[in-house]
């Protein structure tokens, strides 16, 4: 997983790559779902959105204060991503 992920030549197939038990629920709840009501692009951006909102919240579950470090950075890279 970390040398395909890491050697991957875009940020696409880096994401492709890095989880793909969490992509596929990401992709089946929240992408397809959003995809059938918005543009594809503002779809996957959503969906990264989601996913650093989803980590940070673990991070304010053990921290006990309100923190918005990963969806930013996570939501950057939605925007880097493309669509197939």
């Given amino acids: 997983m970390l040398s395909r992920s890491l ?7 880096f994401w492709h790559y890095w989880n793909p038990i969490w992509g596929y629920y990401l992709g089946k709840y929240i992408f397809k779902p959003l995809k059938s009501i918005a543009p594809s692009s503002l779809s996957l951006l ?3 959105v989601v996913c ?3 980590h ?7 921290k006990w ?4 470090l990963l ?3 996570v939501s950057i890279h939605g925007t880097l991503c493309d669509i197939k």
Avoid: C, E, Q, V
């Fill in 52 to 54: 650093g909102f989803i």
């Fill in 7 to 13: 050697g991957a030549g875009t940020f696409s197939r």
């Fill in 46 to 48: 959503i969906t990264f």
């Fill in 56 to 62: 940070d919240l673990a991070i304010m579950i053990l």
């Fill in 65 to 68: 204060k309100f923190t918005l």
């Fill in 71 to 73: 969806t930013p950075l």
